[in-house]
């Protein structure tokens, strides 16, 4: 899923939740289903009877178990290409690349493998022209964050799942009170980012790491917030700018009026200039002490979004991708497993675009959420683990159950010590 110019426009139907929960909207290019709500769905059919129910409870644990098992070899594959760019890890490590091989060719393969991590967990990355109209989009905030794209060697945004969040804002035909306005949102966001070699961005920086974050439930207009605070400047609004200036611009012709009332031997009195210039010096002071404690609790803002709303940095980020693409692997086998099997034993000939049409049918029917099935990895899940009879993509036909959950005791048995 991405966004497109224009597109944070809110459909006119829209209730917005009093308390900001969030909410699902559009099509969702992932299953937002747990795996216990995931298997009672599948698990609710009324015509199997109590063994049948456990033979098939038993079946969706062995294929969650190998799948799990099977992703864990990537886990740890992709853990350890990312510790020489670890910008947390402490334990010693080899300074210089192996013989033969270059860093930037790790990277790449980092990179590679990362991305085919975020491609399970059903992410997209978001293009580099949709960033940049994200940041020149107006937010409810009255401060903007204009990130320097220049300082970075690598920067990727990765989003997944549409959803509607909430945010609170004051606006004068509402007598300045505060209300709930709603925007489109990314349900999860994934941030990479490179430093250039060279560039100076304070202790906490290097150009030789790579940092990776995770947020929830972020926003189209406020994606600037999410970006490095290192590289990223607080700029006033005009309106704010002649809020600071107006007291200076307002007290300017009294004061050159008294001056100018003033006889010149008077104006050489320190005392009698400096209580002229008091009253607008004081004033001008105290707009711009508004304006700098207003940037410093915007920059709380933008470090709460960093830090508080954030799921895990750098190797938790991957952890948390990893966890997150088993479970959509999962889903869309379990689902395209159940649906071909039930056509199969109704003699039916099922073929993929049917099974796209009913996955996405069983998943709305249940829990009203649209969404947009990924046909094609799931059946090429099932043939991978050997659970696929048919070599084309139609029609479908899967193993009988009972082989079926032979085939993954076989699995488990060869990945055990």
Not at 56 to 77: E, I, K, P, S
Request: proline residues 5%; glycine residues 6%; hydrophobic residues 40%.
């Amino acid at each position: 899923m991405s966004f497109a110019p224009g597109e944070d426009i809110l459909p006119e139907n829209l209730e917005i939740d009093p308390k900001g929960r969030l909410s699902h909207v559009g099509v969702q290019n992932y299953v937002p289903l747990s795996r216990k709500l995931l298997d009672s769905m599948l698990l609710s059919d009324y015509g199997l009877g109590d063994s049948e129910r456990l033979r098939w409870a038993r079946f969706f644990d062995a294929l969650g178990r190998v799948q799990r098992a099977q992703m864990f070899l990537n886990w740890d594959l992709l853990r350890e290409l990312y510790q020489p760019f670890d910008p947390d890890h402490t334990y010693l490590s080899e300074e210089h690349p192996a013989p033969g091989e270059d860093k930037a060719d790790r990277l790449d393969i980092f990179i590679r493998q990362f991305e085919e991590a975020l491609r399970a967990a059903n992410f997209q990355r978001v293009e580099f022209d949709v960033i940049q109209h994200a940041v020149r989009s107006n937010n409810d905030l009255r401060l903007k964050y204009e990130p320097n794209f220049d300082v970075f060697d690598e920067i990727r945004v990765y989003g997944r799942g549409r959803c509607i969040v909430t945010r609170p804002r004051r606006t004068l035909r509402r007598g300045w009170r505060k209300e709930m306005h709603a925007h489109h949102a990314w349900h999860r966001l994934v941030v990479m980012v490179k430093f250039r070699d060279g560039v100076e961005m304070g202790p906490m920086t290097r150009s030789d790491r790579i940092y990776l974050r995770i947020f929830k439930e972020v926003p189209f207009r406020e994606l600037e917030m999410h970006l490095p605070e290192q590289a990223t400047r607080i700029r006033m609004p005009m309106l704010d700018k002649v809020s600071v200036a107006s007291p200076v611009l307002v007290g300017l012709p009294t004061l050159v009026s008294k001056v100018l009332s003033l006889p010149i031997l008077a104006l050489m009195n320190p005392l009698v200039l400096g209580s002229l210039l008091t009253v607008p010096v004081a004033s001008g002071w105290r707009s711009f002490s508004g304006f700098r404690n207003a940037k410093l609790k915007h920059t709380h803002r933008m470090i709460t979004n960093l830090f508080y709303l954030t799921q895990g940095n750098n190797r938790l980020c991957i952890t948390r991708i990893c966890e997150m693409g088993w479970e959509q692997e999962n889903a869309e086998a379990a689902i395209a497993f159940k649906m071909i099997h039930d056509a199969n034993a109704r003699g039916e000939s099922i073929d993929a675009a049917t099974l796209d049409h009913r996955a996405e049918r069983f998943v709305h029917d249940v829990r009203q959420i649209r969404i947009d099935f990924q046909c094609g990895d799931a059946v090429e899940k099932l043939r991978r683990l050997g659970l696929l009879k048919s070599r084309g993509m139609q029609p479908l036909e899967v193993l009988p159950l009972d082989e079926a959950m032979e085939v993954l005791r076989k699995h488990w048995a060869r990945m055990s010590p």
